[in-house]
Structures are given as structure tokens and as C-alpha cells.
């Protein structure tokens, strides 16, 4: 048992914290790309502050044109690729976009954590009206 502590302990002055959840950024991304892709950059800080790995789709996908539907549609599929890998979904928006609906829908049936935070990234209870 003491062989594991010592293998778990990092060797510098890193925290000893090994495990950091996954966490899939679910916010608005059509529209006011710019904006939206500004916001999220905000909000993958928020959850790298919160001790947990973000996976912000949109900043991973720049080179996809949202206004072309083939596109759109290839992102979507590859967003919920990776939101299946995710430990956590965090909604951090007040307004739920048709993308980031189908993004929920289907971490619900996949039964993982859903998260919702407002825009002065205080936890909610939902944000479903």
C-alpha cells in the first residue's frame, strides 16, 4: 500500500490531487460566432478554475463553417462523440440553443452529471423554463 502512495505522489510541487473530472462545455455556439467562441474561451477558464479538465467544442473545430449544413451537421456528431466521453455536462448559459438541447437530451440518456450555471456562473437549479 505504501509502494501505491508513493507512485500516486507527484515528484515536484504539483497538487496531489490525481483524478480531475472531464467536463463538456455546452453553450451556445451559432449566431454571434465570435462572441460565442469569446464566451467560451471565458468559460473553459471557469471550468479549468474549478480543478476540472474543460472540452469546449468550440474552440476545437475553427476550421468547420457553422453556415454550412454539412458542416454543421459533421460538428454536431463529433460534439456528441466527445460528449460521451465527458464525466459532467456544464450548461453555462441562460438562453438553450436547438444544438445545445440535443447535446442534453442525449447526456440524459446517457445518464451523466448536467450541471447549469447562469451567466454570472453561480450554480442553478436548471435553466429549463
Known amino acids: 500500500m505504501n509502494n501505491l502512495r508513493k507512485a500516486t505522489k507527484p515528484k ?11 467536463v463538456y462545455i ?5 449566431g454571434d460566432l465570435e462572441e460565442n467562441i469569446k464566451k467560451a474561451r471565458i468559460f473553459a477558464r471557469f471550468v479549468y478554475d474549478n480543478d476540472c479538465i474543460p472540452m469546449t467544442p468550440h ?11 454539412k458542416e454543421r451537421k459533421d460538428a454536431m456528431f ?3 462523440v466527445l ?5 459532467e455536462v456544464w450548461v453555462l448559459s441562460e438562453t438553450i440553443t436547438k444544438g445545445m438541447a440535443e447535446e442534453l437530451g442525449l447526456s440524459n440518456k446517457r445518464r451523466q452529471k448536467v450541471r447549469y450555471f447562469n451567466n454570472d456562473f453561480v450554480e442553478v437549479e436548471s ?3
Open 127 to 129: 435553466v429549463w423554463s
Open 12 to 22: 515536484t510541487g504539483l497538487s496531489t490531487k490525481v483524478y480531475k473530472p472531464l
Open 59 to 69: 474552440l476545437m473545430f475553427p476550421f468547420l463553417d457553422d453556415s454550412s449544413l
Open 26 to 30: 455546452c453553450a451556445p455556439y451559432s
Open 78 to 80: 463529433m460534439d456528441k
Open 83 to 87: 460528449l460521451g466521453k465527458c464525466d
